[in-house]
């Protein structure tokens, strides 16, 4: 036997709603706007480009051998504060500007200055100085090789040549500008390279400026094109000889040798139409612009040479900077970084080399006074304290605080190894990736 339930239905009573509606605008939270923040996102004023003095009087000009005159914080704080300073500075500068929104292929070698083509010929002839010193089988080993130094050896005993193809022909001139230009492709007892090294090579080129060599109307083909056979040079020093970094993986993080690249690629893409900070992440556009753009080669010749895939393992302050909204605030980071990374660090600032072209400043010290040999003789290589009990001693600074260094094998030579191995150029994943 079934049996039906039936509903009730309950008369409508509007009285009864509005008795118990709730007061909204008196329960709830009034709504404010939120203040925002009137202090910037970064506290560091964006460094200005200092006006480029004009190149000497040759008569004024009394050529030395470069030496480092570095030794302590109170001379870098004298550095700092000294005109050389400012020269640095608005040399670096200007050629990151003449490079603003320009590619590699914009300015071809024939509308090239008449200087480029000597610069681009010295620049080879390092290279084939490279074949006719081999290097040493180490047996597997992912150190600096040592046939590094017959390499530099070479390198030092053509250089007056070269120097002359390029109009230097006082043997004291010879004698000061090329000791940046030996000094430009690594250490020679450490077998190392870092920023410093490619700081010379800047200087270097601000030595044929003073000399008027190298006027301003040459910074855009000096950047988009002898720059960038700098780099190939570089690479394949480092894949040859084992290059170990000089510090640890970098100061900054950017990359294991290099920092000037990033500044200059920045300023080529600064207004690109397309290419945004995050593009780095997409491997068609490093394959399509990675020839064009200094930036954007250095990224793809990075993941290239690390064996482990992933940028946010190998770079992860590269990964970092790829989340900016533009290039302009990655340039304006650039130069922040320039400033205070390069020039303002005691470490890397100890091993630069002063002049009568790049001159040092009254007060500064000198290698003699100071106790210490010539950079290239000494095995450490890093700044010279005076502790406590008056003893000296020689400190390499790096990124994992060690005294005296823990040397640091070059991933690039870790790939090379592994590709010697294995014949495989497969990256390595990192677990949970």
């Known amino acids: 036997m079934s049996s039906a339930v039936g509903t009730v239905s309950l008369p409508f009573r509007p009285h009864a709603i509005s008795a118990t509606k709730p007061d909204f605008p008196a329960k709830l939270p009034r709504l404010t706007p939120r203040k925002r923040s009137t202090q910037t996102q970064n506290p560091l004023p964006i460094p200005e480009t200092p006006i480029l003095p004009p190149p000497p009087k040759p008569s004024t000009l009394s050529f030395i051998v470069p030496t480092r005159r570095i030794l ?43 200087i480029i083509q000597p610069l681009l010929s010295i620049l080879s002839s390092v290279e084939e100085t490279i074949f006719s010193c081999p290097p040493t089988d180490q047996g597997g080993s992912r150190f600096g090789n040592p046939s590094f130094r017959f390499f530099l050896d070479s390198v030092s005993t053509q250089s007056s040549s070269w120097h002359t193809s390029l109009g230097v022909n006082s043997p004291s001139a010879i004698s000061e500008i090329s000791t940046y230009f030996h000094h430009s ?65 970098g100061v ?48 793809r010749y990075t993941m290239a040479t690390k064996t482990v895939k992933g940028l946010k393992w190998t770079q ?56 210490l040999k010539p950079e290239e003789d000494e095995k450490e290589g890093g700044e010279l304290i005076i502790d406590k009990n008056g003893a000296k001693h020689v400190h390499r600074d790096n990124a994992w605080g060690d005294c005296c260094g823990i040397k640091i094998p070059s991933t690039v030579a870790a790939a090379e190894e ?16």
């Open 418 to 433: 592994s590709r010697k191995h294995s014949g495989s150029e497969a990256f390595r994943r990192v677990p949970f990736d």
């Open 252 to 299: 900054w993080g950017l990359d294991d040798y290099h920092f000037l690249p990033f500044l200059f690629g920045a300023s080529q893409l600064l207004h690109h139409p397309f290419i945004r900070p995050l593009s780095i992440h997409n491997e068609l556009v490093l394959e399509e612009e990675g020839d064009e753009y200094l930036y954007l080669g250095m990224v």
């Open 185 to 249: 492709f690594g250490n020679r007892a450490r077998i190392d390279y870092g920023s410093g090294h490619e700081l010379n090579f800047i200087t270097w080129l601000l030595c044929l400026n003073r000399l008027s060599l190298l006027p301003p109307s040459s910074f855009p083909a000096v950047i988009l094109l002898v720059f960038p056979q700098y780099l190939r040079l570089l690479r394949k020093l480092q894949s040859t000889y084992y290059l170990e970094p000089a510090g640890s993986h």
């Open 72 to 114: 302590s914080s109170r001379d870098h704080d004298l550095f700092l504060a000294s005109p050389t300073y400012s020269l640095i500075i608005s040399f670096v500068f200007s050629l990151s500007e003449s490079v603003a929104d320009r590619k590699i292929s914009s300015l071809p070698l024939a509308s090239s200055p008449s």
């Open 316 to 371: 992860p302050m590269l990964d970092d900077i790829s989340g900016a909204k533009n290039w302009e605030k990655v340039e304006q980071g650039m130069r922040r970084m320039f400033v205070k990374e390069v020039m303002g660090k005691l470490p890397v600032m100890q091993h630069f080399l002063f002049g009568s072209l790049v001159p040092a400043v009254e007060g500064m010290s000198k290698e003699g006074d100071s106790g």
